[in-house]
């Protein structure tokens, strides 16, 4: 996976939480996670979207993300789930409880990467910040174009570049006018 990839929320060098984003502090990464599982889900044939881990102390939860061409069933997150599962069990690499999820991304898309910022531009997302950019946190727009590190959206007829590392989540907003019509002229 190229760029940067944020860390959402981890433990600190002694193993406590951290409720909040603080870069280079992070023991369990959003990154090392995506490194270890991301090559699983593409040797089980499926295209590896993404995950989100919130390692909040009474419900922590990983989210892993998946699709593939012909879509996602729910046999398909129980295959990905059953051999992710194997595997953070032999490395280990979240010491506490946590919940895994596999999904579809579903219509409302999370975006992670650069490749997927340019594979929707033009598409309108919201995004949420971690340190705000002129006094604001959440934008929402179309999306104008990334390189590796940074996004492009229009907010309000102004184009804002935003640092991918300072980017606490994304997601498409579906165009449901633009879905219903596509399926009344099939």
């Known amino acids: 996976m190229s760029g940067k990839v944020p860390v959402l929320a981890g433990a600190d060098r002694r193993g406590r939480v951290c409720p909040f984003f603080v870069p280079g502090v992070f023991v369990l990464s959003v990154q090392k996670l995506n490194e270890l599982l991301q090559p699983l889900v593409e040797d089980l044939g499926y295209e590896f979207v993404g995950l989100e881990y919130n390692s909040s102390p009474k419900h922590a939860v990983l989210r892993i993300y998946i699709d ?25 690499p979240i010491r506490s409880q946590y919940n895994l999820e596999v999904s579809s991304p579903g219509l409302d898309r999370p975006l992670f990467t650069a490749a997927q910022y340019r594979q929707f531009a ?13 006094g604001r946190r959440k934008f929402s727009g179309p999306i104008l174009g990334a390189d590796e590190d940074v996004v492009r959206i229009e907010q309000d007829g102004t184009e804002v570049e935003i640092d991918i590392g300072n980017i606490v989540k994304a997601r498409l907003v579906p165009d449901y006018d633009k879905i219903l019509a596509s399926h009344k002229t099939k």
């Not at 129980?78 to 953070?88: D, I, M, Y």
Request: some cysteine.
């Open 122 to 134: 033009g598409n309108t997302a919201k995004v949420t910040v971690f340190a705000p950019l002129d």
């Open 68 to 92: 593939h061409e012909n879509g996602v069933a729910i046999e398909d997150c129980e295959t990905v789930s059953r051999e992710t599962a194997a595997l953070l069990d032999v490395k280990d």
